[in-house]
């Protein structure tokens, strides 16, 4: 491992709002974490925190937990919370398979997936963080009508989320096929991820879907 790396490392575990593979947090995250009783929110695959943070930053009367696996990347978002104030906002260092040990039962009240990987072979399905095996991880941590955000330009799989969504019954609130030319644009969808800004600028259309999960 490269010594910056190392570096990044020793200094994220002594950072006070990241937690990896953390067994006591549970059910704990606004008593142990936050100190308030404010809605969670969660951001699947955060990588290096921008859009967490912006979050964050926004609105002050929730909670953001940004997610990944990636130590390097959640250093910098960490770094950066700190450096702003921000102190409604953590990181988790964890894989999403795992999620469900790390949150009870309806202490999360939404869920934003922007920009998943879209596995586009089909033997991989399962992979994407809008499948069937995801959506059931999510509906046992969510609070009752809790609300989930999906973000993509990738038009294979914004179509399987679609179905997906419509084939189990799930409740879609919001849809577009193009965010930024639609009547749904509001100040919390319109929050640019750093990949969904590299993204436009090359033309491409960005995709929301707003959802609550059925009952399963």
Same mark, same amino acid.
């Given at each position: 491992?490269?010594?910056?790396?190392?570096?990044?490392f020793?200094?994220?575990? &002594?950072?006070?709002?990241?937690?990896?593979?953390?067994?006591?947090?549970?059910?704990?995250?606004?008593?142990?974490?936050?100190?308030?009783?404010?809605p969670?929110?969660?951001?699947?695959?955060?990588?290096k925190?921008e859009?967490?943070?912006?979050?964050?930053?926004?609105?002050?009367? *929730?909670n953001?937990?940004? @997610?990944?696996?990636?130590?390097?990347?959640?250093?910098? %978002?960490? *770094?950066?919370?700190?450096?702003?104030?921000?102190k409604?906002?953590? /990181?988790?260092?964890?894989?999403?398979?795992?999620?469900?040990?790390? /949150?009870e039962?309806?202490?999360?009240?939404?869920?934003?997936?922007?920009f998943p990987?879209?596995?586009?072979?089909?033997? *991989?399905?399962?992979?994407?963080?809008?499948?069937?095996?995801?959506?059931?991880?999510?509906?046992?941590?969510?609070?009752?009508?809790?609300?989930l955000?999906?973000? &993509?330009?990738?038009?294979?799989? /914004?179509?399987?989320?679609?179905e &997906?969504?419509e084939?189990?019954?799930?409740?879609?609130?919001q849809?577009?096929?193009?965010? $930024?030319?639609?009547?749904?644009?509001?100040? $919390?969808? %319109? @929050?640019p &991820?750093?990949?969904?800004?590299?993204?436009?600028?090359? %033309?491409?259309?960005?995709?929301y879907?707003?959802?609550v999960?059925?009952?399963?």
């Amino acid at each position: 491992m490269a010594r910056h790396k190392k570096k990044k490392f020793a200094e994220l575990a &002594t950072l006070a709002n990241f937690y990896k593979l953390p067994d006591y947090i549970k059910g704990k995250w606004n008593a142990e974490c936050f100190k308030n009783d404010r809605p969670i929110v969660l951001e699947l695959g955060c990588g290096k925190g921008e859009y967490t943070n912006k979050l964050g930053a926004e609105f002050p009367d *929730k909670n953001f937990i940004g @997610i990944d696996l990636k130590g390097a990347r959640l250093w910098r %978002g960490a *770094k950066n919370a700190i450096a702003s104030k921000l102190k409604n906002v953590a /990181f988790l260092q964890i894989n999403i398979d795992n999620i469900v040990d790390y /949150f009870e039962h309806e202490e999360v009240a939404e869920i934003w997936i922007p920009f998943p990987d879209p596995y586009p072979k089909p033997s *991989k399905w399962k992979k994407r963080l809008v499948s069937s095996y995801y959506l059931n991880k999510y509906r046992e941590i969510l609070k009752s009508n809790g609300i989930l955000h999906f973000k &993509t330009d990738n038009s294979g799989l /914004f179509e399987f989320a679609r179905e &997906t969504l419509e084939s189990e019954k799930h409740r879609i609130l919001q849809i577009a096929d193009n965010l $930024y030319e639609s009547e749904i644009l509001d100040k $919390y969808n %319109g @929050i640019p &991820t750093y990949f969904e800004e590299l993204f436009r600028e090359k %033309g491409e259309k960005i995709k929301y879907i707003q959802f609550v999960l059925g009952e399963g």
